[in-house]
């Protein structure tokens, strides 16, 4: 009866529509989230969390997690195609997911977490296959929680293990308290291999009908550092840029990921080096920022740089690189560019000094 | 109507610079959907007027009909703040750091509320409203982190526009969100260029000395350059090659204040120099342009000797500024480490001889 009221009822709407509008458009996906695996084994790379949870998958019990690594390596796609293959079409039900974006003071831990985690749940699906009697509490971005609701979790994980497994995703695992790492069984994703992100971008541009030969895939896969999600959001942009029936070229993956061209690096290590007049840092600092080149992305790739460099002796890359740190952090904490550039300058001066 | 908004190119068609990128935003927009953006770029380089054309792309001339609301939110210790929105009927725009702290607040509620209302006609319309959040760079990190997911979880239903002066501020996991769009500041020639077009149109006569040295002045703020440029007119004309282009007078007041800390390296110079201080930041003028232009200034008359002693300091003053809320303290602690390394190498030049 239910069901055939329900089926009745969505036959006519489906109707309605198609005869009202009958050009819907298909909606518009990011590709990031139609990318996204659909079961555990479609995520590469991390094998010890995908081992893990196929054999839950096939009946084994599950510990409670704690997935931690680099942005855009499979950490909440993970999680979500396991809970997806688990539970089936009730996954909505058996999980509750919480983000940063949510509030997650220790209140919300203890009122929401709490009477989800004391729920209990069927061994059984609604329609007769079994599934595992337990449901998962996803905490997205923990690392961003305040101790004080990290530290009211503890028992509450403890004792609800029974109906409830959580499962903690985070950047960084310095960030949760000890006795909730204790708890877990950690998993680390490391940043996903080249080839890795070249072959799924192959096989995403050849599904889209993006044009792009193999070089500009490489740079892509270069720049994004091992993080799918960024090299994916690239491909969508730079197609989207540069309209379909084109083909990609390089100049436009560059422009999208924000790399500063090279010559920009060169002249700011020459200026240094050959320092005649200290206006002419001071000018091109300035024309840096003007451009509205990251100097943030600078830091990264003038590291890159030093890295490598055969120009500077152990002492001077020492020298630098500790400068690079600090002006980094200062950044990130909202130094002013100009300033902060001004004395990385500074020090590449000085570094120069010391070979002469 | 001031020249800067009169003459601001309404369609991406119209823009004067960087034209390949307007191309690249009407193929973006093309077939009615885009990713979420981050506009970056420095002050006067046009964000806004590419957004804006961005939006007028999409929505047509709709999206200019622009009307002010206040809207209040309950933070989660029932404070009550309230904030300035300019929205169109397809989008808000927000400036979230008004509310400092409470900024986590203010864009969670706006997008979870842009989000939860679903377009009822979507064929009629496009089925995403626009979130427009400028000064991201300024938001929290506790703001920040709240976007990251959010951005992800109502796509479907509301696109953000980030608009930023520097992306160094905005956490990596924002920006791997985005699709970051660069707005490079336009180049002297443009801007020349762009002034001379605008007094063609207001039928006045711009000779090309004049141009130039406000172009100089405006240091490629286009923005700038067009406000110097009606001020020369208010002041004078017909204008005259030689005609002066007022520098601002925060300018010319930091200036002085640099010219007394380097004459004199005493407790006197010091309380004077508080009060100028003071009085620069009870006039409105932020305190990392204050700081900036106060170090342009010093390093233009020291010694080669200790300009990477000074700027290295004034690292380290200007984040820790950056880090508290009383500005004040930490200019006036530049300001008496300026002196104090300033007075060393003098003793010390002094006791060669």
């Keep these: 009866m239910q069901a055939f009221l329900k089926s009745g009822k969505l036959g006519e709407s489906s109707g309605k529509s198609s005869s009202s509008k009958p050009a819907k458009k298909p909606k518009s996906v990011p590709w990031v989230e139609k990318y996204r695996p659909k079961t555990v084994s479609d995520v590469v790379e991390q094998s010890e969390a995908v081992a893990v949870l196929e054999q839950c998958i096939t009946g084994a019990d599950l510990p409670n997690l704690l997935f931690y690594g680099p942005p855009g390596t499979g950490k909440t796609s993970t999680i979500l195609a396991a809970s997806r293959q688990l539970f089936g079409d009730i996954y909505k039900e058996r999980i509750l997911e919480l983000n940063a974006s949510d509030e997650r003071g220790i209140q919300v831990v203890r009122d929401k977490v709490k009477t989800f985690a004391q729920l209990t749940a069927s061994g059984t699906r609604p329609d007769g296959k079994p599934c595992p009697p337990f449901k998962i509490v996803i905490l997205d971005e923990a690392d961003s929680m305040t101790h004080a609701a990290q530290a009211a979790l503890r028992r509450t994980m403890e004792k609800e293990t029974k109906t409830t497994r959580f499962c903690l995703i985070c950047n960084y695992v310095s960030r949760i308290i000890e006795p909730l790492t204790s708890r877990c069984t950690k998993f680390r994703f490391k940043p996903l291999n080249d080839s890795m992100i070249l072959e799924r971008l192959q096989y995403i541009s050849k599904e889209e009908n993006v044009e792009c030969d193999e070089t500009t895939l490489n740079a892509l896969v270069e720049t994004s550092g091992g993080d799918m999600r960024r090299a994916i959001t690239c491909l969508q942009s730079c197609a989207k840029l540069t309209g379909p029936g084109k083909k990609m070229d390089i100049n436009s993956v560059l422009e999208v990921t924000g790399v500063v061209p090279q010559h920009w690096l060169q002249d700011f290590l020459k200026i240094c080096k050959g320092l005649v007049n200290y206006n002419n840092l001071e000018t091109f600092i300035q024309n840096l920022i003007l451009e509205a080149y990251a100097a943030s992305q600078i830091l990264e790739q003038l590291n890159d740089h030093l890295v490598n460099s055969e120009e500077f002796n152990n002492m001077q890359k020492a020298l630098i690189g500790e400068k690079l740190g600090a002006v980094s952090y200062r950044l990130q904490d909202g130094g002013s560019e100009y300033i902060q550039l001004l004395d990385l300058g500074n020090t590449i001066i000085q570094a120069y000094a010391l070979s002469a | ?353």
């Design chain 2, 1 to 353: 109507m001031l020249w800067a908004d009169k003459y601001r190119p309404k369609d991406l068609a119209n823009l004067d610079y960087h034209k390949d990128q307007a191309v690249n935003l009407k193929n973006l927009v093309k077939d009615g959907d885009f990713p979420h953006l981050l506009v970056y770029g420095p002050l006067g380089a046009g964000k806004k007027t590419r957004i804006m054309c961005l939006l007028r792309e999409l929505y047509g001339a709709g999206a200019e009909r622009l009307k002010m609301e206040m809207m209040s939110f309950t933070t989660p210790s029932n404070k009550k703040l309230e904030i300035m929105t300019v929205s169109s009927n397809y989008h808000i725009e927000v400036n979230p750091s008004d509310v400092g702290i409470y900024d986590r607040v203010v864009v969670m509620d706006i997008i979870k509320n842009v989000a939860q209302s679903q377009q009822l006609n979507s064929n009629a319309q496009r089925e995403f409203k626009v979130i427009v959040l400028t000064d991201v760079d300024d938001l929290t990190k506790d703001a920040q982190h709240a976007l990251r997911r959010t951005m992800e979880k109502y796509i479907a239903n509301c696109r953000i526009i980030l608009c930023a002066t520097s992306i160094s501020r905005v956490i990596p996991a924002i920006r791997s969100r985005c699709l970051c769009i660069r707005v490079p500041a336009p180049s002297e020639e443009t801007i020349i260029n762009i002034l001379h077009y605008t007094c063609e149109k207001e039928s006045l006569k711009l000779p090309r000395g004049l141009a130039e040295r406000i172009v100089q002045v405006s240091n490629r703020n286009l923005r700038r350059a067009l406000l110097i440029c009606e001020a020369c007119k208010v002041e004078q004309y017909p204008f005259k090659e030689d005609q002066n282009v007022a520098e601002p007078d925060w300018q010319i007041f930091i200036k002085k204040t640099a010219a007394r800390m380097l004459q004199n390296q005493n407790m006197d110079t010091l309380s004077k120099v508080r009060e100028n201080l003071y009085e620069l930041l009870t006039n409105g003028i932020p305190s990392d342009i204050i700081f900036k232009t106060l170090l342009e200034e010093l390093l233009k008359n020291c010694d080669m000797g200790i300009k990477s002693k000074i700027v290295e300091e004034a690292a380290i003053h200007e984040h820790r500024m950056a880090q508290g809320n009383k500005s004040i303290f930490h200019l006036e602690s530049f300001v008496a480490k300026f002196m104090y390394i300033y007075q060393e190498m003098m003793q010390e030049m002094l006791g060669d001889f």
